[in-house]
């Protein structure tokens, strides 16, 4: 243990002080398109900690899921149940469905039960990821309480026309394939991309859970995914722009076998999704406008043999349609000012029918832009009515402002809810459980104040400090407790309380054919729940007090070579137990080369590389040491 | 609880060497015994006081057994984590009886039997075959039966000397509780995931089901009383509409009285939901001449009684219920939740308040097993 912490703090601060002595360079300048990219996000979340996955991570994970590179961004918690199993994230001490997640700004949690399945995402759909901390994504509406994931393509415009695919194998039946196209001109573009992954997860470990610590096979963990996504950015008129998108995936996943059963499970899990998205925004004179229509189909199937109705059918239909308008004053400020309309239905085995749900929300946002461009204030609020009547007006106050030069400050805050899931309202009584149809909304409040310092800024040298303090409070959290005859029915009746500190240094270096670039991230979190007036000091379930990330890349001609690690503090999953700290690390090393007019891409992926016996949640094994080869192409 | 003590050595068949060592060690006490009746068999630690059950959280195998002392000593807390380097025993924990010197606790999410030495907790082996999603179990010369809703719902015969699964008798959907009348197993078929209304009686000579009664929906449990009567509680059924809440169909509970002899219900009791809530679980009073049922608080009735109680022996909303079969000390596990420990209540069976712990308890405390005093 204490050698690996030595490789870690190795890892990242070494290079750092070899790489000090090189002449500096001006950091060059890079713009976005702002017209094509700009988005609430970039405009409103002002004050906000916005993290984006460094590149050399997203192509470290590129070949997998969306949970192998959450797993090793800053300050996110993941909750993961074995290998590949259902996977769901949590920020800043607050629970799994508190992150709401926007596909093209599309909010695209189950309306059942709050989750996304974070395992069925393959990463390649998404040339941008963003990880928002905090309330201030109170704007994006219900759900948005501790953070926000942000998924996207990115700008097909500037992207260069290509067909590029992949191939890989591994460890424990691992097989990956990936492709897709973009093509097109400056008027009209688009791309294609699949995936497809295969995994028998029959891997040995080492059962902690018995009496002599012995060696067993995991048993119905495999997995099977697909999914593709079809995107077009197409400007119909000088100023016009249609964008659509059209995402579907499937995900059939054997559901492990906990280390603790001496029976091998049968019970499986089957995801179908069909998202689709479409955006018309026109650039006017003095304003945007901009109109988004989504359409989401999710089907979750569980299959248990024992059952004696084998399969449990649970989908859920949404339709999102949203406008709004931004209206600039001066080149400093603007308003915005939208209205969305939410249709949900549910129908499941669970509900003896269907529920459906209409909520309707109008927000605005007013930005100041400070002198000179030195900072931004916003103020946002969101109010939203649904069948069961108005909810609480909620706003986000922010702002950011170089106090000296490359020394920012920034702060936020907000008021927060999330609306009770349709499984907490609708479930039937079946004997084990009954919803509640009188539960209200969970509300709350979260601040943030932090700063960002650019240490320095040169070609050869960049580095960046970052820290945030955050704390927040969740009332009337909604919670399935026992009823008389062990009968479940959900209440609003918890507390909960978190505060902590995001803490980051930075660093990239270039050198003639050389590039380096590291990461190193520390999150403590203190997060307690508490019922009526009993205060419980203990740390709410799988919640990590602290949680360290490192990753580092270095890049020399064409071969390249990156790591990541992670250290996951000591996690509760009840009131007593713990699960141990674990210290995990991944490397990946490549070689890319042009030849015959094809860039070619060999790498190889070591995950688990210390073999550490771990466990995510309770009882999941996860794989020991394991090894991916990959070889793509691109044309 | 009925007390289940049988006088059975456990034997090694089918056992690594590892468990024959330890087996050999019970057999050489346990023979000494027997042999000299003026030395004082070994009752170990927990000679003299109540095993707590706690189920635990379904998936965190965080499942525990507690012990409480006659002597209202401190509470013991994790008998099993405490004595073999830490492991945890398993996920959800319903039920445990004894055989001699060896307990057997039904884990039903882990899908075993864990055996363990009764006087200290130790490990002995831990029983997999064949058991898929076991419910309750009860003991009979040296057999043990063990009630589980897999593969349609089956009662289990498993040796206790060969420490395996040697039949399996296959009843109706979801068996819950057992009980012994008259060298037949009775067989509380709950429907599980469904509806269903029968009790099975199994022959435990021919290991067949010899009857199959018809009871109201959702049997539970059952107890024999002094007469020899056999008590069945069933929970009855019921199905809301997913909008209005408004019930679409449900069926009564009833307390239906056997006698086991015709195999007919002599009597049956219909608890006013109203007054008397949906009860699920039965008790017998220590003299056997009451029993204990639950639903809106507990209710104690009288065997000959003509009519179901009118006022609550206590108001309290356990989720297991025993009785101490030598002082009538009624013991209530009390679970507020399946996150934090549950507490455990005693009452005296004129429903005085004798003791509560809270010290030790773990998740979900579901069922309790007395000690033999001998």
Avoid at chain 1, 143 to 160: C, Q
Avoid at chain 1, 429 to 443: H, I, K, Q, T
Avoid at chain 2, 178 to 188: F, G, K, M, Q, S
């Amino acid at each position: 243990m204490h050698l690996r912490f030595v490789f870690l703090i190795l890892m990242v601060i070494l290079p750092f002080g070899a790489v000090g002595q090189y002449f500096f360079q001006e950091d060059p300048v890079e713009l976005d398109e702002v017209q094509v990219t700009s988005s609430r996000l970039d405009d409103y979340a002002v004050g906000a900690t916005v993290e984006k996955p460094d590149t050399v991570l997203v192509k470290m994970h590129k070949d997998a899921s969306l949970s192998s590179l959450l797993a090793d961004v800053s300050g996110v918690s993941l909750k993961t149940y074995g290998s590949g199993g259902l996977s769901s994230v949590s920020l800043r001490g607050g629970m799994t469905d508190h992150t709401a997640v926007l596909w093209n700004g599309i909010n695209i949690q189950s309306p059942m039960n709050g989750g996304v399945n974070f395992s069925a995402m393959p990463v390649s759909f998404f040339n941008n990821v963003e990880v928002q901390h905090g309330g201030s994504g109170t704007l994006f509406g219900s759900g948005a309480m501790s953070g926000v994931i942000h998924l996207s393509g990115d700008n097909l415009f500037t992207r260069k026309n290509a067909v590029d695919a992949s191939l890989s194998a591994g460890s424990f039946g691992q097989r990956t394939a990936r492709g897709g196209f973009k093509t097109g001109g400056s008027q009209f573009a688009s791309r294609f991309s699949a995936f497809g992954q295969k995994a028998d997860n029959d891997f040995t470990y080492t059962n902690t859970s018995r009496i002599g610590n012995p060696e067993e096979e995991q048993t119905n963990a495999g997995l099977e995914q697909f999914g593709v996504l079809q995107e077009n950015h197409w400007w119909v008129a000088e100023k016009s722009l249609i964008k659509t998108g059209v995402w579907y995936q499937s995900y059939d996943k054997d559901i492990q076998t906990l280390m603790t059963s001496r029976n091998p499970n049968n019970t499986s899990q089957k995801d179908n999704n069909l998202m689709a998205s479409a955006s018309f925004k026109h650039y006017g004179n003095s304003g945007t406008f901009l109109l988004k229509q989504g359409l989401i189909r999710n089907k979750v199937v569980y299959s248990d043999p024992e059952m004696v109705d084998p399969k449990s059918d649970n989908n859920v239909f949404s339709w999102i349609s949203e406008a709004d308008y931004k209206y600039k004053i001066g080149s400093h400020h603007s308003v915005n000012a939208g209205i969305n309309y939410t249709y949900e239905k549910a129908y499941s085995d669970g509900y003896d029918g269907s529920a459906i749900r209409n909520r309707l929300a109008f927000f605005a946002s007013g930005r100041y832009g400070f002198d000179g461009g030195r900072g931004s204030t916003v103020l946002s609020l969101r109010n939203e009515m649904s069948d069961g009547g108005a909810q609480p007006l909620v706003f986000s106050l922010g702002a950011n402002y170089n106090l000296f030069n490359r020394f920012r400050v920034k702060g936020n805050f907000s008021k927060n809810y999330r609306l009770p899931d349709l499984n907490d309202l609708h479930w039937r009584e079946d004997g084990y459980a009954m919803g509640n149809p009188d539960l209200g909304p969970e509300s709350g409040w979260s601040g943030d104040f932090g700063i960002n310092w650019q240490v320095l800024a040169q070609r050869s040298l960049a580095a960046n400090v970052e820290a945030t303090a955050f704390a927040s409070q969740t009332d009337d959290l909604i919670v399935w407790l026992p009823e008389n005859e062990g009968k479940w029915m959900p209440h609003n009746q918890r507390e909960g309380k978190a505060y902590g500190m995001e803490t980051g240094i930075n660093f990239s270096s270039e050198w003639r054919r050389s590039a380096l670039k590291g990461k190193l991230f520390y999150t403590y979190t203190r997060s307690v729940l508490s019922t009526d007036d009993e205060y419980d000091d203990q740390q709410m379930i799988y919640s990590p007090k602290h949680k360290l990330t490192a990753n580092s890349s270095f890049a020399h001609g064409p071969f390249y070579l990156a790591g990541a690690v992670r250290y996951v503090g000591e996690r509760y999953y009840d009131h007593s137990d713990t699960l141990d700290p674990y210290v995990t690390g991944d490397l990946s090393m490549g070689y890319s080369r042009r030849m015959f007019g094809v860039d070619a891409d060999l790498s190889m992926n070591v995950s688990n590389l210390w073999n550490t016996n771990y466990q995510v949640v309770a009882w999941y094994a996860m794989p020991p040491r394991n090894y991916k080869f990959t070889l793509s192409i691109t044309i | 609880m009925m007390k289940k003590r049988n006088m059975i050595f456990p034997g090694f068949m089918g056992m690594t060497m590892k468990w024959l060592t330890a087996v050999i060690l019970i057999f050489a006490v346990v023979s000494c015994e027997s042999d000299d009746d003026t030395q004082p068999r070994d009752p170990g630690e927990y000679a003299d006081g109540v095993f707590v059950l706690n189920e635990g959280s379904m998936g965190n195998a965080n499942a525990s057994v507690s012990f409480i002392p006659a002597a209202g000593d401190t509470v013991q807390g994790n008998l099993y984590k405490n004595t073999n380097d830490d492991k945890v025993v398993g996920d959800v924990l319903m039920d445990m009886v004894s055989v001699d010197t060896l307990s057997f606790l039904v884990l039903n999410n882990s899908q075993s039997l864990m055996v363990v030495n009764n006087k200290n907790f130790e490990h002995v082996a831990e029983i997999s075959e064949g058991i898929s999603n076991p419910r309750y179990a009860a003991a009979h010369d040296d057999m043990i039966y063990v009630s589980q809703w897999g593969n349609g719902g089956e009662i289990l015969v498993v040796d206790s000397k060969q420490l395996e699964v040697v039949n399996s008798i296959e009843v109706d959907a979801g068996p819950e509780g057992l009980a012994i009348v008259n060298d037949e197993l009775w067989v509380a078929n709950s429907g599980g995931y469904g509806p269903n209304n029968t009790v099975s009686v199994i022959d435990l000579n021919q290991e067949t089901v010899k009857e199959t009664l018809e009871v109201n929906d959702g049997p539970k449990n059952m107890v024999e009383d002094a007469n020899g009567d056999v008590w069945v509680v069933c929970a009855g059924y019921t199905e809301y509409d997913p909008e209005t809440y408004e019930v679409v169909s449900s069926t009564p509970a009833a307390l239906h009285k056997f006698d086991p002899a015709s195999y007919e219900a002599t009597e049956t009791f219909s608890p006013d939901e109203g007054v008397h809530g949906k009860p699920g679980k039965i008790a017998l009073s220590a003299d056997k001449q009451s029993i204990y049922f639950n639903g809106e608080g507990i209710w104690k009735m009288d065997v000959d009684a003509a009519e179901l109680p009118s006022e609550t022996f206590v108001n309290v909303s356990p989720y297991g219920m025993s009785v101490d079969p030598d002082n009538g000390d009624v013991y209530f596990g009390i679970a507020p939740n399946f996150e934090e420990a549950g507490y455990v209540e005693v009452y005296d069976a004129n429903g005085n308040e004798v003791a509560t712990y809270e010290e030790n308890i773990g998740i979900g405390p579901n069922n309790f097993y007395f000690t033999d005093k001998k």
